[in-house]
């Protein structure tokens, strides 16, 4: 395990107000205090959009020397929730969303993102467990900050019995727990997909994670050896095809900059992109299951249907057999 996270007590960069700053060790552009604001302005220059990943709550660090939260009277003492820790992540408290003091600790940090044009922000450790008061308060705060930001929550399984406040509140959600490039969990998202068929539309979508295609684990950080992705070919077209039909949003996870033709065809497939993106924004729906064939549509804004034919067993000679019945 090359997981930076096993560094406790490392004291990270904040400003005078408390709030995380960007290492100058590895994005030397956020030198005197500019933070992502020259990052977002080069990706925005390429036409793109450029979003961060951070953890839910309040640095440690701001705690222990009780800074003053930026644009209130209230200080890092009276936001966190020293009793509140992330099971797997040692350098934050959890904050008490539900206070004015809460809120306003959200609201100064997405008020930085703000200024730093952020377009997109996951929130990590927020929705396995649930953390209802900080959702609410992540969503009041973008709604408060001045810029249109796209809330994304993490890590899953977010309860279903959450799914309307969820929609109510974010952007996307993680349906799943982390996915990588194993048949098994590519197999057990066909059930977590169906469980919240009913729960997505326009503005609010779970979220089965990221495409583990490609080069992985470059760095070899917490998720195994550098390799190229584990799944088969047949198994990636699977993995775009219900990600795709469901819909959820597609993130890649792979090292994009060294993918090979096979990969790129795969990703950049205009038919597949477009029924994963069709803009009447229902989701698809499973019509069929029965011995590991299933059957998937979902309809589009043109009146057509997207169907998708998925065989979750081994036998080759089965699928097809079925596949003619069904088509007959």
């Not at 992502?36 to 036409?47: I, M, R, S, T």
């Not at 088969?232 to 994009?256: H, K």
């Not at 064939?293 to 997207?306: I, K, P, V």
């Amino acid at each position: 395990m090359h997981s930076p996270n096993e560094h406790a007590g490392a004291r990270l960069p904040i400003d005078a107000f408390g709030r995380l700053l960007p290492a100058v060790s590895r994005f030397p552009s956020a030198a005197s205090g500019r933070g992502f604001k020259p990052l977002a302005d080069a990706v925005h220059a390429l036409g793109l959009r450029f979003g961060i990943h951070i953890m839910r709550g309040i640095p440690r660090v701001a705690v222990e020397t009780n800074t003053p939260i930026e644009g209130s009277s209230f200080t890092a003492r009276d936001a966190a929730n020293t009793e509140d820790k992330c099971s797997w992540c040692p350098f934050m408290y959890g904050v008490r969303g539900a206070t004015p003091a809460g809120q306003a600790w959200y609201d100064s940090i997405f008020r930085q993102y703000a200024q730093w044009d952020l377009d997109f922000v996951k929130v990590d450790d927020l929705t396995s467990p649930y953390h209802a008061e900080e959702v609410q308060a992540v969503h009041e705060a973008i709604a408060n900050c001045g810029r249109p930001i796209v809330f994304s929550t993490s890590p899953g399984e977010t309860p279903i019995e959450q799914a309307g406040h969820v929609a109510a509140n974010a952007e996307m959600w993680r349906a799943t727990g982390d996915f990588w490039d194993e048949w098994r969990q590519l197999d057990y998202a066909f059930g977590i997909a169906h469980r919240w068929t009913g729960h997505g539309g326009p503005g609010h979508w779970p979220d089965l994670d990221m495409l583990p295609l490609g080069h992985l684990s470059v760095r070899k950080r917490s998720v195994g050896d550098e390799r190229q992705t584990r799944f088969t070919r047949a198994e990636q077209v699977t993995l775009l095809t219900l990600w795709s039909i469901a819909p959820s949003p597609l993130m890649l996870g792979g090292n994009f900059a060294d993918a090979d033709a096979w990969e790129i065809a795969l990703l950049s497939n205009d038919e597949v992109l477009a029924v994963n993106q069709d803009a009447a924004a229902r989701q698809g729906h499973r019509v069929s299951s029965k011995e590991g064939l299933e059957l998937w549509l979902r309809d589009l804004q043109d009146g057509s249907r997207a169907l998708a034919l998925f065989n979750r067993t081994d036998d080759d000679a089965r699928i097809r057999a079925r596949a003619a019945l069904t088509m007959a």
